[in-house]
């Protein structure tokens, strides 16, 4: 069952300040609960519909107390719109909510969620109460791409992995899934199977399970998101760190431990 995130169908923005939005964002995962978020997570995974807000929860992890810091020189015409040194975020921000919005930042964009979105996404994943059941086939498809990630050959990168995946025994029914969702016309954001499979290895590399040792993520230090991106932006349509990743990086079995330890059908990866 998909989850139900929120009920109105009401359309509105929020905008807030740049500071403003730092002391939200670190209330909403002061507040938070990473079971919370990894069971939300698992819940999914192997369904029509995915919540990626362990997202936002994991890119966060390190998030720092912090006053827009810029250095530059201010645009004469749009003053407000001159990044952060520590978060890359602007001094005035917000998001919408909407049903396309809560689509795209739940199912598909959460790796791409600056502070304003990010918080968003914690407000709303920390407002949910029931947590559908984490079925055998989301464990059994979690753990048929962490083999394949624990598998890949040293030169593998992470586009080599995701085409792999495409014939794993979850793909086909997954797909499935998601093309009868994509039919039901209660989405609005169409989504495939290789999307997911993507999204869910950049979620991976948020939560500091994939990533190389120049290219770490946030899981041991916080990160600048707009300044990571920069190298990579114009060279791959793959997320930070996981871009970086090759299978002669492994995986990074404390991240996982941390994350997903708590869960006995993962023990025998």
């Known amino acids: 069952m998909p989850h139900i995130l929120i009920k109105t169908t009401e359309f509105h923005e929020v905008t807030m300040t740049h500071d403003e939005a730092v002391e939200k964002l670190l209330i909403a995962h ?21 919540n990626s807000g362990l997202c936002a929860y994991a890119k966060n992890k390190n ?4 006053t827009h810091i810029y250095t530059g020189t201010e645009p004469a015409d749009y003053p407000e719109m001159v990044s952060c040194q520590i978060c890359g975020c602007y001094l005035e921000g917000g998001y919408y909510d909407s049903a396309l919005s ?22 709303m994943c920390n407002k ?10 989301d464990f059994a498809m979690f753990k048929e791409i962490m083999l394949h990630l624990k598998n890949a050959e040293p030169n593998d990168k992470i586009n080599s992995v995701l085409s ?25 954001w169409k989504d495939t199977a290789r999307n997911r499979v ?15 040792e120049e290219h770490k993520g946030s899981f041991y230090e916080y990160a600048n998101w707009n300044t990571v991106h920069e ?17 002669k990086d ?16 993962l023990k025998d990866i």
């Open 102 to 123: 809560r689509g795209l930042y739940f199912e598909v964009a959460g790796p791409d969620g600056n502070m304003y979105k990010d918080i968003y996404v914690m407000e």
């Open 231 to 247: 190298e990579i932006r114009n060279k791959t349509n793959w997320r930070y760190p996981v871009a970086y990743w090759k299978g």
């Open 63 to 66: 998030f720092i107390s912090h």
């Open 198 to 212: 993507k999204t869910i290895l950049e979620i991976l590399g948020l939560c500091g399970i994939l990533h190389t």
């Open 30 to 50: 002061k507040v938070a609960e990473k079971k919370h978020y990894t069971d939300l997570f698992l819940s999914g995974i192997s369904g029509p519909t995915l």
């Open 128 to 137: 949910i109460e029931n947590i559908s059941p984490i079925q055998d086939s």
């Open 164 to 188: 792999k995946l495409k014939y794993a025994s979850f793909f086909p029914i997954l797909a499935d899934s998601i093309k009868s969702y994509n039919k039901s016309g209660t989405n609005m």
């Open 250 to 265: 492994a995986i990074d079995w404390k991240a996982f431990e941390y994350w997903f330890g708590e869960y006995d059908a």
